[in-house]
């Protein structure tokens, strides 16, 4: 069964941009990750320091691989994140 994430990101005052296009980096590294099939970020119009991240993995062992995998890479630059996303996980069941 597939699994999806969406994480609520908050950049640190007036950095919001800037985590954007690293983040934006990070989503080409992940898309190339066995079991990826959408790693996606967002940044909202009206409130430029928020952002969205969208993941959805084939199976939950293609997530925990992945998860391994980033916590191998480099972090991102420091100062660009106000604290942790929010993460929530939903599974994916197609009703169409």
């Avoid at 967002?42 to 997530?63: G, N, V």
């Avoid at 998860?67 to 939903?90: M, T």
Wanted: charged share 25%.
């Amino acid at each position: 069964m597939s699994v999806r994430l969406v994480i609520s990101i908050n950049a640190a005052p007036g950095k919001g941009n800037e985590l954007f296009k690293a983040m934006q980096a990070r989503c080409e590294v992940s898309r190339k990750d066995a079991g990826c099939l959408q790693f996606e970020v967002f940044q909202s119009a009206d409130s430029p320091d928020r952002l969205a991240l969208l993941e959805h993995w084939e199976s939950q062992a293609a997530l925990d691989a992945h998860a391994k995998l980033q916590a191998q890479r480099p972090p991102l630059p420091e100062g660009l994140r106000l604290v942790a996303g929010e993460r929530e996980d939903y599974t994916y069941n197609r009703t169409r």
